[in-house]
């Protein structure tokens, strides 16, 4: 089955072309990152007037690079669309305005050329990155840990479908705690790699501050699965304003802080998860979500996973496919092909059905 997705959630226009969930035949995205960086963050009208100039373009960039090219022969030229069985959209939770974009594209496309249409949520959507382009499937049950600039979830996956949320952040997600913490180093946006990279800078260097910076780490003992990290931000301006005091504000000072930032946030998610995988007793761990790209965070499950002797398959994306894309949307949609009301679809195939 060839499912052309489209995924506009946040500042990313993006569609791909994939087969049987699992080979990615083209994944194009396009972002108006550049844009929002001047302003520190997304600014979601800029973000949707971007994507209403990049949609079409993107999705016809998927098609031809998927090769589905049109039969000029024929009595009845084929189009590029003529070979796709499916449309899949992301249709939440997101920015409105962004969503609106792929959702109202979806349906035009869809009632055109009578392909049935898909809604999916791309935050379970985030995990199924972990089915492309691999040979090495994960296996049930699961526990799934979708990180992102707007979400910190976990999820137990005991089969396609039967995903249940066990718990997730009750305020700031582990990205937009790297984004707001970014901001106060001066780091710039987004914040997730700026703090990163100034953390493997501390790692190199071993400053004379090691040891001196010690940030908590919020609710890493609590007794549910649940995460806060808006606490953190505050504990970073308290350290901030009591080095400037002493006078020891500097740039070995914010990279050391940047070093306790990522392994604040990384403990965290490692602990939980790992506990949750444990009370489940599950084979799999999996990962989604831009935030999965952090080097020290795979550095630390791979560590904690041995350190324990779990009998743990670890799953985490490449980078490319951690961040928002299409492919994952064709992915979701495709393992949950049985939970889709195929009649209805093909009787009103405008009318997106939420997976």
Not at 37 to 46: A, F, H, L, R
Not at 58 to 69: F, P
Not at 260 to 281: G, M, P, R
Not at 310 to 330: F, G, Q, R, S, V
Request: net charge positive; glycine share 6%.
């Amino acid at each position: 089955m060839k499912i052309l997705a489209i995924e506009t959630s946040c500042d990313e226009t993006a569609a791909a072309v994939v087969v049987d969930g699992r080979q990615i035949l083209s994944n194009i995205v396009a972002s108006s990152m550049p844009l929002h960086k001047k302003t520190g963050g997304i600014i979601p009208e800029i973000a949707a007037r971007k994507q209403l100039e990049f949609i079409l373009p993107v999705i016809e960039k998927a098609l031809r690079q998927a090769k589905l090219k049109p039969n000029i022969h024929m009595p009845v030229p084929r189009t590029l669309f003529d070979d796709i069985d499916l449309i899949a959209v992301t249709t939440g939770p997101g920015l409105i305005g962004s969503l609106l974009i792929g959702v109202e594209t979806a349906k035009t496309l869809s009632l055109s050329i009578s392909k049935p249409l898909v809604g999916v949520n791309h935050i379970h959507a985030h995990l199924y990155a972990n089915w492309l382009n691999s040979s090495n499937q994960p296996g049930f049950p699961a526990i799934g840990l979708v990180v992102s600039g707007g979400h910190t979830e976990l999820f137990l996956l005991t089969s396609h479908e039967n995903i249940k949320w066990l718990g997730g952040t009750r305020d700031d997600a582990a990205g937009e705690a790297f984004d707001k913490t970014a901001r106060l180093l001066g780091l710039g946006y987004p914040g997730g790699p700026a703090v990163s990279a100034a953390a493997e800078k501390f790692q190199i260097s071993n400053s004379k501050f090691q040891n001196k910076i010690k940030l908590p780490r919020p609710m890493i003992n609590s007794n549910d699965l649940d995460f806060s990290f808006s606490g953190l931000k505050t504990a970073v301006i308290r350290e901030i304003n009591k080095l400037k005091t002493m006078k020891q504000w500097n740039n070995e000072a914010m990279v050391q802080l940047a070093y306790e930032i990522q392994e604040s946030i990384t403990d965290v998610l490692v602990k939980k998860t790992l506990q949750a995988s444990q009370q489940y007793n599950v084979k799999s761990i999996i990962i989604g979500g831009g935030v999965a790209a952090n080097k020290r965070l795979t550095e630390k499950f791979h560590l904690a996973i041995r350190n324990l002797e779990l009998e743990i398959n670890l799953h985490i994306p490449p980078p490319a496919l951690c961040t928002d894309n299409a492919a994952y949307i064709a992915s979701f949609a495709f393992y949950h092909q049985k939970q889709i009301r195929w009649q209805e679809l093909k009787a009103d195939p405008q009318l997106p059905v939420e997976v």
